[in-house]
């Protein structure tokens, strides 16, 4: 019987003639690179089939989610309120300062809506809690697992993925829908404000801009990132922090690579959204 063997060559790269070396090397770097990736994406999907089974021991995990809704929905509410209203703010001066003669000002209310209702208050708010939340999420289940913590959550027969991730999980779901569409409002208040006693734009201007083309769906949208963006740094940050490993260095390493990731992932997220809703934004 004919057997066949993988065609590899276990020689190191410096073994090869010189004039093979910089091929062999760029092959081996790209092969390296993308059996990590690959990994790191099937290492996900298992992480996201622990989740998903988590989901049916309630017991454990309901008590701790409304604390962590307190941790990041009522915690993060001055902070949203602070980056929504300086935005809001500054839409409205420089949409105002940059009108050419002749336009009507209610364009101003339009814009400050458009703006903030559609892209800047849920990204915004999501990037703004990936450095809050994200990171303390990291920080607390990667200390929790290089001090030992959650392998002494296994041998008390709790499951760790439904007490760490899941409360997180849903918390951030449910949370940054509610934040967003808070600073949403605070956004728009701050730029009727700032565009009725900073320039000369009238109230009943800026509230007729406001009333133009709008659209029900544009909320729906607004509220729908803020899920998938709540979802993607309670995930993200979560896994993160559950492989953390080698002490104190690991947790830090852990935190920033978690925000780098979740940051990168919300942006993703919002050009795709933009990409694929963007004809039923029309009002």
């Known amino acids: ?23 062999i090397k760029l092959f081996r770097r790209a092969a390296r690179v993308t059996t990590r990736n690959l990994r790191d994406v099937g290492l996900r999907a298992l992480f996201m089939r622990d989740v998903g089974r988590a989901f049916a021991d309630p017991a454990t995990y309901v008590p701790e989610t409304i604390r962590q809704m307190r941790n990041i929905g009522v915690d993060s509410v001055p902070l949203a309120s602070i980056v929504a209203a300086f935005i809001g703010s500054v839409i409205a001066l420089q949409v105002r300062y940059q009108l050419f003669q002749g336009i009507q000002l209610s364009v101003v209310g339009l814009s400050v809506r458009q703006m903030i209702v559609l892209e800047l208050g849920p990204l915004l708010t999501g990037l703004v809690l990936t450095g809050r939340v994200g990171a303390r999420m990291t920080a607390e289940i990667g200390t929790m ?3 030992e913590q959650i392998d002494a959550l296994e041998t008390l027969a709790y499951d760790p993925v439904a ?35 900073a320039t000369d734009v009238l109230s009943s201007q800026f509230i007729e801009g406001l009333k133009l083309g709008f659209n029900p769906f544009q909320v729906f949208y607004s509220v729908l990132k803020a899920v998938m963006f709540g979802g993607a740094i309670a995930f993200v940050c979560s896994y ?11 947790v830090g390493r852990s935190t920033a690579k978690a925000v780098v990731i979740a940051s990168v ?3 993703v997220l919002d050009a795709l959204t933009a990409a694929l809703l963007a004809p039923q934004l029309q009002g």
């Open 163 to 197: 007490y760490l991730v899941v409360p997180r999980l849903l918390a951030a779901l449910i949370m940054l829908p509610v934040l967003t569409v808070f600073a949403n409002f605070v956004g728009i208040v701050a730029g009727w404000l700032t565009a009725v006693l």
């Open 1 to 23: 019987m004919t057997s066949y063997e993988t065609p590899t060559d276990p020689r190191a790269t410096s073994q090869f003639p010189v004039v093979q070396r910089t091929g």
């Open 145 to 147: 697992r290089v001090t």
């Open 265 to 267: 992932t919300i942006l």
């Open 240 to 250: 993160e922090g559950y492989i953390t490993e080698a002490g104190a260095e690991g």
